[in-house]
C-alpha cells in the first residue's frame, strides 16, 4: 500500500459513509414496502432523458406503454442477467398481442464499459422489445435519485475486472401513462411479473 | 525404442495410481457456463462440488481455456444491494458438498477468448488445496434454457 495511512483512513471513511447512506436508501426502499412506490412524502419514479443506440430516449417515448426497468449493467455477470431473463420471460409468458405492447428498459450504470452500441447489441439478446440505455453520470445519477436506487463503482484490487458495480436489483413496474406503478424484488416469478403486467395492458 | 516403453508405460501408471485415489474424492456435477451476448467479455460458470474426503477442502484456483483469467467470486446482498467480490477460496465440507450458483459463488470467466453460446463447451481445471486437479469440459447455457428447467415444465416457449 502506498497512501499515507491517514489517506487510507480517509478513503475508508467516506466509503462507509457512502454505503450506511446506500444501506439506509436499501433499507428504506428495501422491496418488502415497495409496494407504495413513495418514501414519505417523496414520490418515485418521473420522466428522464438517456441514450440509445440510435440517439436519445426519454420514459415519455413509451407513453402508452406498460414498461418494465431494470438498473445494472451488462458485464455484471449474473444478477443483472438472471433479472433480464425474468424480465423477458415474464414478457414470452404474454401473448402475442399483449407481448407486442410490453416494453423493458435496461439502464447501465456504467457507461464506461458499456456503450450504447454494446447496450442495444446485449439487450437484443433477452428480446426484442427491451432496449438499453445509458448517459452521462449525471442523468444517470438523475434516475437512480428518481427511482430510489443505488449504486456504488467499487474497486476491486485483487481481481481481474478492476472493479464491480454495488447495485440494487429491482424491476420498476411502470404503467402506459408514466408513473411508477410498483417496485418488484428481482426475485419475483415470470408468472408474477406477467400477471402484473396483463393488470396494466 | 522399445525398451523405453517398457519402461515407462508402468512409471507413468505408478504415477496415475499416486494421483488416482485423491482424484476420487472430489466430484463436480451440474457443471454449465453461461451463454453471452456478442460483445460480452465477461462470463460466470457454475457447478457442484462433492468431497467424499472426511476432511474439508478447499477450491483454490481455476482457469478455463476460454477465458484469460477465471476467479473465484461470491455475492452477497445487504438490504437490497447486491456486490460481487472476489475470494481466495471456496470450502468443501468433508462428506459435503457445496453449489456454485447464481446469486452466491460462482468462478468468474473474465476476458473471454471467444462468444459462448448455448451449445458449445468450455475446458474447465480446477485446482484444490490438497493438489487435486479436476479437468472438466463444461456445457455452455443460455440464461433462458437454464431459467425455463427451473420452471415446471408446462410454460409454453414463445421463441
Given amino acids: 500500500m502506498k497512501g499515507s495511512p491517514l489517506k487510507t483512513l480517509r478513503i475508508l471513511l467516506v466509503l462507509t459513509a457512502f454505503l450506511m447512506a446506500g ?4 433499507f428504506l426502499l428495501r422491496p418488502g414496502s415497495a409496494d407504495a412506490p413513495s418514501l414519505g412524502a417523496v414520490r418515485l419514479g418521473g420522466d428522464f432523458q438517456l441514450q440509445s443506440s440510435s440517439g436519445p430516449v426519454s420514459l415519455a417515448d413509451f407513453r402508452g406503454h406498460p414498461v418494465v426497468m431494470y438498473i445494472g449493467y451488462a458485464s455484471c ?56 440505455l445509458t448517459g452521462t453520470r449525471e442523468q444517470i445519477d438523475q434516475v437512480v435519485r428518481q427511482y430510489g436506487a443505488y449504486y456504488r463503482i467499487a474497486e476491486l484490487d485483487n481481481s481481474a475486472l478492476g ?4 447495485h440494487s436489483s429491482r424491476l420498476y413496474l411502470i404503467a402506459p401513462d408514466g408513473s411508477l406503478a410498483e417496485v418488484l424484488s428481482h426475485n419475483i416469478t415470470p408468472d408474477e411479473l406477467s400477471a402484473k403486467l396483463r393488470l396494466l395492458l | ?34 451463454a453471452v451476448p456478442p460483445g460480452q467479455s465477461n462470463s460466470a460458470a457454475f457447478l457442484v462440488i462433492r468431497n467424499d474426503a472426511d476432511e474439508a477442502v478447499r477450491l483454490i484456483d481455476a482457469a478455463s481455456d476460454s477465458a484469460g483469467v477465471v ?89
Avoid: W
Avoid at chain 1, 431473463?85 to 414478457?91: H, I, K, L, S
Avoid at chain 1, 452500441?117 to 439487450?123: G, N, W
Avoid at chain 1, 472493479?163 to 454495488?166: G, T
Avoid at chain 2, 508402468?10 to 485415489?21: I, K, N, Y
Fill in chain 1, 23 to 26: 444501506m439506509t436508501a436499501a
Fill in chain 1, 163 to 166: 472493479y464491480a458495480v454495488d
Fill in chain 1, 77 to 132: 455477470p449474473d444478477v443483472c442477467p438472471t433479472s433480464l431473463a425474468v424480465m423477458t420471460q415474464g414478457f414470452r409468458r404474454l401473448s402475442d398481442d399483449e407481448q407486442a405492447r410490453v416494453r423493458g428498459i435496461f439502464i447501465s450504470v456504467d457507461p464506461e464499459r458499456d456503450s450504447p452500441e454494446k447496450l442495444a447489441e446485449y439487450s437484443a439478446f433477452f428480446h426484442p422489445n427491451l432496449v438499453g
Fill in chain 2, 71 to 159: 476467479e473465484l467470486h461470491t455475492h452477497s446482498e445487504q438490504d437490497g444491494v447486491l456486490k460481487m467480490r472476489r475470494i481466495d477460496a471456496i470450502e468443501i465440507p468433508g462428506r459435503g458438498e457445496h453449489s456454485l450458483a447464481p446469486g452466491a459463488d460462482h468462478l468468474m470467466l473474465i476476458g473471454l477468448t471467444r462468444v459462448l453460446s448455448e451449445g458449445d463447451s468450455i475446458g474447465l481445471s480446477l485446482e484444490f488445496s490438497d493438489g487435486q486437479r479436476l479437468q472438466l469440459d463444461v456445457p455452455v447455457k443460455s440464461i433462458m434454457a437454464t431459467m425455463q428447467g427451473m420452471q415446471n415444465g408446462h410454460q409454453h416457449h414463445a421463441e
Fill in chain 2, 1 to 34: 525404442m522399445p525398451s523405453f516403453s517398457r519402461f515407462a508405460a508402468p512409471l507413468l501408471a505408478s504415477l496415475l495410481c499416486v494421483a488416482g485415489p485423491a482424484l476420487a474424492e472430489v466430484t463436480v456435477s451440474d457443471a454449465y457456463a453461461r
